[in-house]
């Protein structure tokens, strides 16, 4: 876990002016996906490209189907079938 946070310690520095609150925010919602990407073991680039093609048609009530591990899911069902 401490070896996980070590990335975001050592870059402090150059978010600490991320612009405003709101880019920070949007910069913490990156870095976590990306993190937990990163622990599910995948690839965090094919993972956005994906959603970000997919998101502006998704339904807003079924969002958490996006979240990393519910993609990584439906992605092994795809390859499987």
């Given at each position: 876990?401490?070896r996980a ?11 600490l002016f ?32 994906d959603i ?30």
């Open positions: 876990c401490e946070m070590r990335p975001i310690a050592i870059g402090r520095k150059n978010w991320a612009g405003s609150e709101r880019g920070g925010r949007a910069a913490a919602i990156a870095y976590s996906l990306i993190q937990t990407c990163v622990f599910h073991d995948i690839e965090p680039f094919a993972y956005l490209a970000l093609k997919r998101l502006p048609s998704h339904q807003i009530n079924r969002v958490s189907e996006l979240l990393p591990f519910n993609w990584k899911k439906a992605q092994s069902e795809i390859k499987t079938a």
